[in-house]
Nanobody, 121 residues
Framework: EVQLVESGGGLVQPGGSLVLSCVAS????????MSWARQAPGKAPGKGLE???????????YYFNSVKGPFTLSRDNAKHTVYLQTTDLKPPDTAVYYC???????????WGPGTQFTVSS
């Protein structure tokens, strides 16, 4: 059973930075691409997602829809964990962040609980 658990959200001031984590289980993590996507708070998981970036199993980063930074993806295969480090945060970055398995925006689940951060002064 695929399980994804995101964490690391919270309240951050504009211009601040944050590292989100996603621990995965139920599949061969080292062979899997992993993505980060976000949506406005209050929506059902998977609805109205903005796909940000994918980290391929070989370490290559792919940006959806030419979205670029400032954020960095990384992974620790030994810990079955993928990270999203984001800097220079702005209020529009406020969202719930998910880490879907794979690198396709057609992903239909399962979804983790997501982790929300709010950018506000």
């Amino acid at each position: 059973e695929v399980q994804l658990v995101e964490s690391g959200g919270g309240l951050v001031q504009p211009g601040g930075s944050l590292v989100l984590s996603c621990v995965a289980s139920g599949f061969t993590f080292s062979n899997s691409h992993m993505s980060w996507a976000r949506q406005a708070p209050g929506k059902a998981p998977g609805k109205g997602l903005e796909w940000r970036s994918a980290l391929y199993s070989d370490g290559t980063t792919y940006y959806f829809n030419s979205v670029k930074g400032p954020f960095t993806l990384s992974r620790d295969n030994a810990k079955h964990t993928v990270y999203l480090q984001t800097t220079d945060l702005k209020p529009p970055d406020t969202a719930v962040y998910y880490c879907p398995q794979g690198a396709s925006s057609d992903y239909a689940g399962p979804w983790g609980p997501g982790t929300q951060f709010t950018v506000s002064s």
